[in-house]
């Protein structure tokens, strides 16, 4: 098959050349007394010849250009395709999987830790709990809220992770 697509651009090419040989040939007066309007033939006949070649090559890369766009349209769908497959049944199966109750569980935690926090301050600022005492409780409650905080932080990681697949 391959030898076969040689063949017939080779044929072409000597199509090609019959051609610019037939038309030179036309160029060459047996017997005309005007070289000037000769050179002019000539001039205006190499310029018909390029003007053809160029046209043809411009129309070879057009049809090469139609199927390069052709196929990369189809790639491109086959890739859509193939995501589409991918993204929706991994998202399927790991939102089956992913524990939400205990994200969930950890948020409402955290704002109870949240709310005792804006408690305890507001009863130091009107100086009615004794200060030192709740000075460590509230040091002791910040390092939890930090903790509690990196782990919510690390559980949402995960969670981006997951739907990812």
Known sequence: MRKDEEINIYLDKIEELEEIIMRLEALIPEEDIKKKSRKKKMMDSKL????????????ELKDRMG?????????????EKIKLANSSSSRINI????PEPLLNDLVKELQYIVNNQRLIISKLKTNKVDK?????????KEEEIKLLKSEISHLNHKKKVFKLF
């Open 48 to 59: 018909a010849i390029e003007l053809d070649e160029k046209d043809k090559k411009l129309r």
């Open 67 to 79: 199927f390069l766009r052709k196929e990369n349209s189809q790639l491109r769908q086959e890739l």
């Open 95 to 98: 939102e089956d999987l992913r």
């Open 132 to 140: 030192e005492d709740l000075l460590k409780k509230l040091r002791y």
